[in-house]
């Protein structure tokens, strides 16, 4: 395996599709062989480039034959740490964060969240899919105690970044950020922007643009 650091941002990123689609070709296509191309074409993703992204992580395949669709989905599973379940806390007992909470897809890709947060009185107590809420201020000691390592942010934006420092002060070393606002957090610290509003103006962008030039 290649320098960590020296790994394009851009295949990271296409791992999780690889992971999905072997996934499934395993799980419900009963497959057991598929050569790059196969792959690549149900992604949309040249076979080149998926020899090349796969090649960051070491020699995987046969030349000629193909790739041995359960073997190579545990071995990109590994790489990506899905092969082990990774727990996290969820701020935000609202409507998004009730949803993130049922999305029951997350265990297919090693993560679970196993303890909500808020500070509102009237959601604190609540249970959501089993998990009563929590006090905001319970937050240091569950993630000491159990170790987590991620949390998941879905509080309006003016409260993101005392939460997020919350989270920082009691070691959680990754953030995924829902609320629609940056997070500042020191070297070290991982953080993924979720920003739905960006996402739905792109789209509605892209539909204005067609009905002005009438594409």
């Given at each position: 395996m ?6 394009p ?12 689609c072997l ?5 419900f ?7 790059s191309k196969?792959?690549g ?12 992204d796969?090649?960051y992580y070491?020699e995987?395949?046969r ?6 669709v359960n073997?190579l989905k ?5 790489i990506?740490?899905v092969?082990?379940?990774?727990e ?20 297919m890709m090693?993560f679970k969240?196993?303890n909500?947060?808020?500070?509102d009185l ?8 089993t998990?009563?809420v929590?006090?905001?201020?319970e ?6 105690k159990?170790?987590i390592?991620?949390?998941?942010i879905?509080v309006?934006a003016e409260a ?7 989270m920082?002060?009691?070691g ?20 993924r922007?979720e ?7 792109s789209?509605?962008?892209?539909l204005s ?7």
């Amino acid at each position: 395996m290649k320098n960590r650091e020296n790994i394009p941002r851009a295949t990271i990123e296409r791992l999780p599709l690889y992971y999905r689609c072997l996934d499934k070709m395993d799980t419900f296509e009963e497959v057991e062989v598929v050569s790059s191309k196969d792959l690549g074409g149900k992604l949309d993703i040249p076979s080149t480039q998926v020899r090349k992204d796969l090649s960051y992580y070491g020699e995987f395949g046969r030349r000629g034959v193909g790739y041995n669709v359960n073997e190579l989905k545990r071995s990109v599973g590994k790489i990506l740490g899905v092969d082990r379940t990774w727990e996290a806390i969820l701020v935000g007992a609202g409507n998004l964060g009730r949803a993130l909470v049922n999305y029951g897809s997350f265990a297919m890709m090693g993560f679970k969240i196993t303890n909500v947060f808020d500070n509102d009185l009237n959601k604190i107590g609540n249970v959501i899919n089993t998990l009563e809420v929590k006090s905001i201020q319970e937050l240091p000691k569950v993630v000491q105690k159990n170790e987590i390592k991620l949390g998941v942010i879905s509080v309006p934006a003016e409260a993101a970044q005392e939460v997020a420092d919350e989270m920082v002060d009691a070691g959680v070393k990754a953030i995924w950020n829902f609320a629609p606002t940056r997070l500042y957090v020191p070297d070290g610290i991982e953080v993924r922007n979720e920003d739905l509003a960006v996402g739905i103006v792109s789209l509605i962008y892209h539909l204005s643009w067609q009905e002005e030039t009438g594409e």
